[in-house]
């Protein structure tokens, strides 16, 4: 059983930075699929990047493409995301999640509980 943590949420003005962290509790984190998603209000959840275990393939939503990088350390059972120039259209609560891997909620197993994450015009 995997117990997924996000951290790294918060209020942060249109054009900065942020870097999301997954911590997993488990003794397979490595064989998942790490997923990150997130849902604005009144929206339904979306795939916004995925990676392999083995981190060499990674996969993006076209709307943050280029200004988002998924990582992920094994050794430290973590995943990343990286958010660069944020927009205001990027505030929503943002879960990592663990699977089988696809841009689908129901290919995952395990879910966090959520980050939030706020930009400002």
């Known amino acids: 059983q995997e117990q997924l943590v996000e951290s790294g949420g918060g209020l942060v003005q249109a054009g900065g930075s942020l870097r999301l962290s997954c911590a997993a509790a488990?003794?397979?984190?490595?064989?998942?699929?790490m997923g990150w998603f997130r849902q604005a209000p009144g929206k339904e959840r979306e795939f916004v990047a995925g990676?392999?275990?083995?981190?060499?393939?990674?996969d993006y939503a076209e709307s943050v493409k280029g200004r988002f990088t998924i990582s992920r350390d094994n050794a430290k059972n973590t995943v990343y995301l990286q958010m660069n120039s944020l927009k205001p259209e990027d505030t929503a609560v943002y879960y990592c999640a663990g699977g089988r891997g696809s841009r689908f909620p129901s290919s995952y197993d395990y879910w966090g509980q959520g980050t939030l994450v706020t930009v400002s015009s």
């Open positions: 990676i392999t275990w083995s981190g060499l393939s990674t």
């Open positions: 488990g003794r397979t984190f490595s064989i998942y699929y």
